[in-house]
Each structure stands twice: as structure tokens, then as C-alpha cells.
């Protein structure tokens, strides 16, 4: 990615960019796999008749939303898909900023996800701070979300990621 | 005829200061794989510990993020049971976790309340800990039902706000 100037970024601001299909649909395979990782035995998804009382029917853990989204190991003919959070690498590059970090990372969780669904993600550049100086060097601050939605393009889930890029105190400017 | 399903916990039942019960959990290295398969994360460090010792210089291979917050799920609603939904959850990892390690994961209510629209929550710190050393936090919000018959997954749209 060629270099980003302070125009270019206010231009990137609140666009969706790197929209993507899930590569499967949502399916309980995946949600017992995971359930049983963990020894999570919340009866909603082992127990139909509670999921069809509590939501409405089968629903997988919330905390799985970026589980639709890892691509296969191998698929057939498969061209080089773009990398999770790719705007923080556009960013890193863009801004000439050769070290990163993510500080931490939000979801907020919205319409249930279910068996079946096929969602959606896209990535929105939300904040880039002014050049901040920090015990790790100089650098630059951003929030980026990446948003998930179902086949109805109802929001179901938003994770945001606060990432610092950064040139190393007392490195070469 | 099915029997009517009852929350466990409701809003009214839980106080700022409250401790969840604590979970402890042996981590093998078939706990890591498995979680890092269940999460469809495929890269070796979580699978392989040669890859995982000599290139990320780590001691062993280790937890995956995603499968640490299907940990704290489970954490979150063994406390609630299937009516408490979470709203969002803030992570910071601070450390990995190894196949040896006994993981204690441990949460307070720091905060309860009813939004806007009705919906109860409750807001947690959860700590991820192996002996005294703290390897993940998360602050979590979970709604819970404020009577017998609310269900906070009930809401749509402009009644829930998470």
C-alpha cells in the first residue's frame, strides 16, 4: 500500500472496506466442537427444547463470531484471501509506522447468531490520533471495527481493536 | 407437554462485589489443540511445540485468543445459566497459557443496572490467572432477566442496546 497522507485519512474514515463472505454457514458441528473445548454445557446449545423456549430456536455462542470467518487450511483454486484486520496493516505500511501493537479488543454482541446464517464482515477505519509519544516510541493511535452481519443484513456482532503504530524510541526517523 | 424453562439468576439476585464461582482447569496440550481447532485457527503454535519453542520463543504451545473467550463465556453463564446473554466483553491479554498450567479464571460484579429500554445487566472484571500471575482480563457485560418472565433474548432492534 503506497503512503497515506492526513487527507486520505479523513477520506478512509467510517468506510466499510475488505468486505467478505463466510467461507460456510454457521453450523452446530462447530458450536458443539467448541462448547465441548471448553466444558461449556449451557443447555442452549445442547438442548433444543430450552433453545426453542430461551431464543427462539438453535443459536451458537456469541463468542464465536470471528470462527465463521477463518478460512478453510486449504481450499481448492483459492486465491490469497485478505488478512484479518488488513486495515491496521494499510495503516502500519501507509503511515510509515514500522512497529505495532493491539492494546485490546471490544465485542458487542447484537442479534443472535444462528444455524444456517450466512454472515458478513467488513472493516471500518474508525479514529487515527495525532502522532502520540508513548513509553514504546512515536506513533499514531486507531480504532478499527470490524462488523459482522447476517443474511438479512441485520448487525450481529461489532469488534473493535485499538492498535498503536509506532517507530521505536530513539530508533532511525 | 414441556416443562417452562426458569432463569436461574435475575438482576435482583446479584450485587456490586459479588464473586462468581471459580473455575480451575487443568490446561493439557490437547486442551490448547482443541480449542485451537474448534476456533479454526490453524497456525502451529498452537499445535505444534517445536514451531511454537523455536520461533515465537515461547515454552510450549499455547492458548489461542478466541478459545480464551469461549472460556469466558462458559465462566460467565455457568453463573448465569441460559437466560443471561452477553452484551460485550473487552479483552487484554497479557500472557500466554500453557499445557500444565492450572487456569483460574475469577469475576466480580462491579456494576448492575437496567438501560434505557428495560434490559437488565450486570458488569463483571473477570481475571484469566495461572498461580499469581495474571495472563488475561476481561470486563464483560451480561443481561440478565429483571423478572420471572422477562428474557433479555427477547430483544431486538431498538430494545437491546448493548
Partial sequence: MSAIGPGDIAGMIGVPQYVEEGSFPVERGYVWTTCSSVENGNPLFWDDEVAAQVTGGPVAPPTMISVWFRPHHWAPGRAEAALPLQIHFDLKDGLDLPEAVMSDNTIVFHEPVRPGDRLTTSQVLRSVSEPKTTRLGRGRFWVIDVEYRNQRGELAAVESYTGFGYRRAGGAS | ?162
Wanted: proline residues 7%; glycine residues 10%.
Fill in chain 2, 1 to 162: 407437554m414441556s416443562t417452562p424453562v426458569r432463569p436461574e439468576l435475575l438482576l435482583g439476585d446479584v450485587g456490586v462485589g459479588d464473586a462468581l464461582p471459580e473455575l480451575a482447569y487443568p490446561v493439557t496440550a490437547t486442551t490448547v489443540v482443541l480449542g485451537a481447532l474448534a476456533a479454526r485457527d490453524w497456525r502451529p503454535m498452537h499445535h505444534d511445540k517445536d514451531f511454537a519453542v523455536e520461533r515465537n520463543g515461547t515454552r510450549d504451545i499455547f492458548l489461542n485468543t478466541p478459545n480464551q473467550a469461549a472460556w469466558f463465556e462458559r465462566f460467565v453463564t455457568d453463573w448465569t445459566g441460559p437466560f443471561g446473554r452477553l452484551r460485550r466483553m473487552t479483552f487484554r491479554m497479557l500472557g500466554s497459557v500453557f499445557p500444565g498450567d492450572t487456569m483460574a479464571l475469577r469475576g466480580t460484579v462491579t456494576g448492575t443496572g437496567v438501560d434505557r429500554t428495560g434490559c437488565g445487566w450486570a458488569a463483571l472484571d473477570i481475571v484469566l490467572a495461572v498461580g499469581d500471575e495474571t495472563k488475561t482480563t476481561c470486563a464483560a457485560a451480561v443481561a440478565l432477566p429483571v423478572t420471572e418472565d422477562d428474557n433479555p433474548w427477547g430483544r431486538r432492534g431498538d430494545r437491546w442496546t448493548p
